[in-house]
């Protein structure tokens, strides 16, 4: 029996997740002498004819990180959920929709409107002029993959098996989860339950965070920028908003710990289904106020609550994505 | 691949007239009870809203109002004790911060917040819980049915 199989995949992301699995360091010697990869396009030249070409399931694990925003993205998580054995959502684009997800603020028209027409960066001469499909040239038909208007997460595409969180996926976290994979391969132990969350713990972000918490009472809302921490008392509780109370554990409250609020990308925590709803609810129980009006002015000053309280998680949240149908 | 479970939304018409559908989640305390006076008094309250009794108005996470709109709700309305009468002492405060920043994110979403509606209706007050049925009955129905779009 030849070496177990691993693919990775990027679709729509920024190549972060492929740096963090770089970054597990010589951990890598191990992986590449323990699995053949067989498709990693980021690395080295793969071609979708040869996954193509491959039998059903010959992959035994594939990780693909990157949303579902174009035709060629689709494309790529069906091939690889078809010949793959473990289908894992690689970090929080192909996990939550992450930060390509905020696009589901807008949809394909007024993208292309803007990005083809109305950026001040495109010229004159080229504006209104916009992507098609497909093109007759004189050497013949030219086709690029086509834009989808809604980015969705890789499990409202195709069957996931398991998750890794984050945006990235912290790289002990990823050399913990291989290391543990390579142990199940080697010696036959169960896999975990399908869906289950690998690569991060089942509380908050809060519960790993060093800052000491006191009765939360909030009085104003501060931008990171007009106002400089005390570096030993919760983010929170000084009025910055941090995500880490409907944020899953797992990172090591990285962002905390140099003086910046979580902002959310390890996920819903376990038992939420919905990272925004349940943000509302933690800081409607600590904002201090009694009348609708000090509300008013207390939240106000959050400046985009939804793309704050959305921000990694838009796509999978039970919206999905802003309405159009409901201007009024 | 789509898991969660979802209701085909089939716009009511009766006559030829929207009638929409609405959530009230009422508090166990104040707003049930004055609903069931209503009810024993004989007072007629829209058959639009369909209860859910909670034990308090706070107890109405965010994550229900947005699923009751997921699920086919045109409008939601939440219903608790009066200021200074909640049975938990102060639920209904977390209520009204809730419902101010849902309408914030609400809005945002493309979603009118009027289809958010919150009222405080204490055990005796019947006649109010009827007159904001068909208020609100009536808000949405000049709002219309809720589309939501997935793609």
């Known amino acids: 029996m030849g070496k177990p199989k691993l693919a990775l995949y990027w679709a729509a992301s920024c190549g972060g997740c492929e740096i963090t699995v770089v970054d597990i360091e010589e951990k890598i010697l191990d992986v590449a002498d323990f699995f053949d990869i067989v498709f990693w396009p980021c690395i080295m030249d793969f071609k979708y004819e040869d996954v193509e070409a491959m039998e059903d399931g010959e992959i035994d694990i594939t990780l693909f990180n990157g949303a579902i925003r174009t035709s060629e993205n689709e494309h790529l998580a069906k091939l690889l959920r078809k010949k793959s054995k473990l289908l894992i959502a690689f970090g929080s684009c192909a996990h939550d929709g992450c930060i390509p997800g905020l696009a589901n603020f807008y949809d394909k028209q007024s993208i292309f409107d803007y990005v083809y027409k109305e950026s001040p960066s495109v010229e004159e001469s080229s504006q209104g002029v916009f992507p098609q499909t497909s093109t007759k040239m004189p050497e013949g038909e030219i086709t690029i993959p086509e834009f989808w208007n809604t980015v969705k997460t890789l499990d409202q595409t195709v069957d996931v098996d398991y998750y890794i969180p984050g945006c990235p996926p912290q790289s002990f976290q990823v050399a913990a989860v291989i290391l543990a994979v390579i142990d199940i391969l080697k010696t036959g132990k169960p896999l975990p339950d399908k869906g289950a969350i690998l690569g991060a713990d089942n509380k908050t972000c809060c519960d790993e965070c060093p800052r000491e918490r006191k009765e939360k009472k909030i009085k104003e809302f501060f931008r990171p920028h007009e106002i400089i921490p005390k570096e030993d008392e919760c983010l929170l509780d000084q009025g910055i908003l941090c995500i880490g109370p409907a944020t899953r554990s797992g990172c090591g409250a990285l962002c905390v710990q140099a003086n910046v609020p979580c902002r959310g990308c390890y996920g819903v925590p376990p038992n939420v289904k919905d990272q925004g709803a349940k943000m509302i609810s933690a800081l409607s129980s600590v904002i201090d106020a009694t009348s609708p009006e000090e509300v008013s002015r207390i939240i106000n000053k959050i400046a985009d609550p939804l793309g704050t309280f959305y921000r990694f998680s838009l796509a999978s949240s039970t919206f999905k994505r802003v309405q159009f149908s409901d201007k009024t | ?151």
């Open chain 2, 1 to 151: 691949m789509e898991t969660k479970q979802t209701l085909k939304k089939e716009i009511n018409l009766k006559d030829g007239v929207f009638e929409p559908k609405i959530v009230g989640f009422l508090c166990n305390w104040c707003s049930y009870s004055g609903a069931d006076l209503a009810g024993v008094s004989r007072i007629k309250s829209a058959p639009n809203v369909r209860i859910i009794r909670t034990m308090c108005s706070g107890r109405v996470d965010p994550s229900f109002i947005i699923k009751a709109f997921e699920l086919g709700a045109d409008g939601v309305l939440i219903a608790g004790c009066h200021f200074g009468d909640c049975h938990y002492l102060e639920g209904n405060f977390k209520t009204m911060r809730r419902i101010e920043m849902m309408k914030l994110v609400l809005k945002q979403f493309g979603i009118d917040a009027r289809r958010l509606r919150l009222e405080w209706i204490s055990a005796s007050e019947a006649e109010k819980f009827s007159k904001v049925t068909f208020e609100f009955t009536e808000q949405i129905k000049t709002l219309g049915p809720l589309r939501l779009i997935k793609n």
